[in-house]
Nanobody, 128 residues
Framework: QVQVVDSGGGLVQPGGSLRLSCQAS????????IGWFRQAPGKEREGVSC????????YYTESVKGRFTISRDNAKNTVYLQMNSLKPEDTAVYYC?????????????????????WGQGTQVTVSS
C-alpha cells in the first residue's frame, strides 16, 4: 500500500525559512516524479515545484524561483522543499504528490491530474 506523508509546515515570520518533507512508503521515490503544490484559501491549487530524476527535469513556478529548492534523499525515501525568504503570499496548505516517471512534471509546468498519490497537506503560514 502506497502512502505519502508531507510535514514540516508551521508559522514563520516574513523572511523566514521552513523545510517541508515528503516521505513515501510502498514506492521508491527515485522512480517517480515528485511535485509540490499549494492551495491558499479561496484560490485554486497551484504547482510550486517538481522534480523528475529520470528525465532530469526540475521546475519552479516563477514566484518561488531563487527562494525554494526541491531535493531528494534516496536513503530516507524523502523529498524536501526548502523554502527561504518566505512571504505572506506563500501562506497556503502545501501538498506533495507522486506521478509515474515521465509524467506530471515538465520544463514548462506541472499537471496535477497526472499525480496519483497525494499527501494530506501541511499548513504554512507566513505572518508577523
Amino acid at each position: 500500500q502506497v502512502q505519502v506523508v508531507d510535514s514540516g509546515g508551521g508559522l514563520v515570520q516574513p523572511g523566514g525559512s521552513l523545510r517541508l518533507s515528503c516521505q513515501a512508503s510502498g514506492i521508491a521515490l527515485d522512480y517517480y516524479c515528485i511535485g509540490w503544490f499549494r492551495q491558499a484559501p479561496g484560490k485554486e491549487r497551484e504547482g510550486v515545484s517538481c522534480f523528475c530524476s529520470k528525465a532530469g527535469i526540475t521546475y519552479y513556478t516563477e514566484s518561488v524561483k531563487g527562494r525554494f529548492t526541491i531535493s531528494r534523499d534516496n536513503a530516507k525515501n524523502t523529498v524536501y522543499l526548502q523554502m527561504n525568504s518566505l512571504k505572506p503570499e506563500d501562506t497556503a496548505v502545501y501538498y506533495c504528490a507522486t506521478a509515474d516517471s515521465g509524467y506530471g512534471c515538465y520544463a514548462t509546468g506541472q499537471n496535477s491530474y497526472e499525480y496519483d498519490y497525494w499527501g494530506q497537506g501541511t499548513q504554512v503560514t507566513v505572518s508577523s
